[in-house]
């Protein structure tokens, strides 16, 4: 299905572009094209009555164009059909006669993706798993809106963003593009990412809508899962990201869920999106995820993406049958068009401008620094002081050039082209490891002009051991890439890291590793090495956030969004279940009557249900390499004084203290128990709070907890119930540290 041809400008060319922007933030916008007339551009009315008004002008023809796209322009020929595109991913041409423009969507999870396909600049933010170790909505928030102005900056009109399916399996290839474990981290994020992302007018989405949680056999894979666990999981981030973050937009994922493909499944689509949260938004399918007319339209989907096989010709033909009635039809646009008004894109036209690299480069970089998560710090091993250090040993993943992104359709071109990749340097392809030319080394030797650091490229152990021996200080960078399409066979780091870490730890006991991953790993060497860092996926400006972190001008603040278990063996499902040959992903040639079919089913049951993450280890008293919620920091807090008081909400109140000295931002998490009659006996997220403490300063803070996060999905009534009983309350620095505990009763 997917063919990915970019060609990369010349760096040359980039260099030019960014000399030419010094001084113009923001600048150079050129003449807007002429306001659309019509008494739907009373801004006074609501998008809904807006809405009506246009579609009371449209003929069949311009409802159905508006219902499936056009191809995907950054791979065709320019044709009539996405000529007034802008070259992304999809196009759905709009009412050009009536002033409605065409929407023009590219892929953005953690940046613009094909900028470089297009001669343009777009920033790589860290990954968005990076954005969740932050636990900072006001972050997550930046990180939407830096995606909406480079969009709009570039052209476009709607993100492709806000991936929040939940780690279900460690081993998703995509892990690093969501945002955790946890419906409540998750949901709370996603929905400040979009909001960022549409305060720029761009049509925001959230995806990938539901239970999409492994790549293998994305496409033909039947997920089995009961309504109350999916509600309280996987639906719940879903349902928090759709109700306090208002996407213009859902995405249907690939995947079967009870039964149905997700893009024609009547429970999610209508019953629980549309009905259930009131999303008044438009529906789209993942790319060739549609799979029929009238079982779809009657579902609940909108809009067919990336072509038109079934919402175009067919979809007509339905209407003009009476096999899709009018009202149905019209219901789908005006979803479409009132999420157009709602978001801007009409009022705010598309003005191309050009982006601020250096802007986009800061964004990303303090991104980055609230997302690293400090693992381990032995003997204060960190943060290293430059003036003490004859010799540092930089060792391993490309450390000397660039840090690694993740792939697939999040993919975002690296400025400068991809630092390693020998052959065709510069170029970005679908499933290679694209390497971002911003380098640890260079960022470590910056902040320590006087000391000697040398490189080994981390390839053979002994060799690393041996430039690691002498040296006052080795920094051994290890890195696993991911991608969408794939998961990961392990958790194993790849390539004989571990053999290499083991080697350098033993040679010097002053080694700190530095993970760039977007899943959690595995570390049979974890007792070795005097400091763990977890940087992520570390975008366009990651080492010098590394950088900082390392040399302290930073502290580390991050703290897990993902358990990292000791092995596989202990998963819900210590073997990924993989597609049958006959449900494998076509490759080669495909007609569309064959993609269209959907491929044969195979079953993957979620029986651990509800219990994601940490609840399951929790359950199954598991222990853990790091837990979620854990992440250590330069200084030290303590907790005390818990009081809940309960109204309409629960309300914790408890006082946290810089114990130590330096400032440092404490992320403050908040769990509950439920009565026994609630059949769970593990503790969930609630809510939390980031804050920022001077040495030995205290804060009094307060969490209301939402009554949902305290409720159960019960299945008799169809709704949410709070159990009646004592809910016990535990607040502290992660899952497994919680010195505060206080009970509330709730009738
Ligand atoms: C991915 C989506 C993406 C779309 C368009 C699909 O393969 O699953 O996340 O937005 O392609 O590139």
Redesign the pocket.
Known sequence: ??QSRFRFPSFALLILSIVCLTGQSFAQRQPQAPAPTGPWMNTTLSPDERADLVLKEMTLDEKIALLHGVG?PTDEPVTPENAASNRG??YAVGVPRLGIPGID?S?A?YGV?SSGVNGRYSTALPANVAAAASWDPDAAFEYGALIGRELRAQGFNMS?GG?VNLTRDPRNG?TF?YLGEDPVLAGTLVAKLVEGTQSEHVIGDI??YAL?DQESG?NAVNVNIDKRAARESDLLAFEIGVSKGNPAAV?C??NRVNGDFACENKYLLSDVLKKDWKFPGFVLS????THSTEKASAAGLDNE??GDFFFSDKFKAAVEAGTISSAELDEHVHRILRSMFAAGVIDFPRQRFVVDPFAGFETARKIEESGIVLLKNDHAALPLNAARLHTIAVIGSHSDVGMISGG???QVDPIGGNAILPAGKGATHWMQEIWFPTSPLKAIQARAPKTTVKYDPGTDPAASAAAAKDADVAIVFAYMWAS??MDLPSLTLPHDQDAVIAAVAAANPHTIVVLETGNPVTMPWVGAPAAILEAWFAGSDGADAVGNVLFGSVNPGGKLPNTFPKSEADLPHPTLTTPPAESQHFSGPVNREMWAKGLPPFQVTYDEGVKVGYKWYETEKTPVLFPFGFGLSYTTYSYSGLKLSSGDTVRATFTITNTGAREGSEIAEVYAMLPNAADEPFKRLVGFTKVKLDAKQRQTVTVDIDPKYLSIWDEAKDGWSLVPGDYTILVGGSSVDLPLKAVVSLK
Do not use: I, T
């Not at 993942?286 to 995820?289: A, M």
């Open positions: 299905m997917r995907m991913v999809g969507m892929d999870a993706r492709l991936g995509r593009e995806k990938h999409n994305r995405m994922s690939y993942d790319w060739g995820g993406e990336p697939g359709s999040a969408e399409a």
